[in-house]
């Protein structure tokens, strides 16, 4: 251990336990957290790429039930303007 780390334990060690728990909600504010964004990278890419897999064949089973040339994007627009055309 360091000197400035032998240094800080004993000034911690005067603290009362209400202030140790200040001071470690502070310390947790400075490092960096893992986000869950991180966790979902750290996933083998063999189970991403099965999941996106599987993501696509339920795309392709859905078009199916879907009508001839059925365009998500144009329903999604006629919907909006639809519903939001009086604030206008």
Known sequence: MSVLQERAVQMIGCLSDDNVSFLIEI???LMPQKTPVDDKLSQ?????MRAFDRLNEA???IR???PEGFDP????EEALAERYE???
């Open 27 to 29: 310390i947790q504010r």
């Open 44 to 48: 083998p890419p063999a189970e991403s």
């Open 59 to 61: 795309r392709m089973e």
């Open 64 to 66: 199916q039930y879907l």
């Open 73 to 76: 994007d144009r329903e999604l």
């Open 86 to 88: 009086s604030f206008s």
